[in-house]
């Protein structure tokens, strides 16, 4: 029931870097990395932004020659649909997208949760999947549950600028940022599995600061958490707890892979 983290390494060279989302954020995302990209901080093979809106902010910067950052393409899907294609074909193919990176929205809906959610029922036809709420509550100075279930979490109390970077000095209370919610929500999981939690992960999508104000978390994480969901039922019913987080904030939610229909308990295949 080992956990799967991602961003403990800071690449300096990708293959496809996705950016969620051609508006406002995704066109300071796709600005910056334009500027990391012209000061030899980053270099990749494609940078593609993911918005339903093919007259998106980003696909006219581009048009209007506004954005002049290289090899970036607009691809017109809805989020989940991309990532359903995408992510499936990373777990296909982890060699071939394993220089890749997200660049999540600050806004976006819980992503990462609703495909692993749904590589479970891919993955286990027979069993009962679903989600719940967290069972205990985290110990994090702010945090509020969302009606779908996510469970939001910070370790922050007052409001942080969408642009920070989490350095090591926090720039709020100008001292030693101490915390990083990875390292929490680890304990949390292993605190809840020594209560007899069935809870297994975490599956962490660490977002982390890559250059220019740009954080990512790696594809890669999508191909482990992957593997998580295809064995860690295996023994039985099982609980997966999915964050996606930075150091200071976190989205927290849960899938639940019953016993299959007809089953009690035990290995099922």
Known sequence: MGGVVSGLDHATTYGTIVVVGGGCYGGYYVRQLGRAHAAGALTWTQVVVVDRDPLCAVAGALASGEVTTPDVRVECADWRAFFRDYLGSACENPEGTAADAIVPSPLMPHLMFEWVLS????????????????????????????????????????????????????????????????????????????????????????????????????????????????????EGPVDVLVATVSHCHGALSVVTIGAGQGECSGIVD
């Open 119 to 234: 590589r479970a029922v891919s993955e286990w036809p027979r069993r009962v999947i679903g989600v719940r709420p967290l069972e205990t509550m985290p110990n994090m100075p702010w945090q509020r549950g969302g009606v779908d279930g996510t469970h939001y979490v910070s370790f922050a109390e007052w409001v942080c600028p969408v642009n920070c970077i989490e350095p090591a000095t926090c720039p709020k209370t100008r001292t030693e940022r101490w915390w990083t919610m990875p390292t929490a929500v680890e304990s949390y999981v292993a605190a809840a599995r020594t209560a007899g939690e069935p809870l297994a992960g975490p599956i962490i999508f660490h977002c982390t600061h890559r250059a220019y104000g740009v954080g990512m978390f790696d594809t890669a994480t999508a191909v482990q958490a992957d593997a998580l969901i295809r064995t860690a039922p295996r």
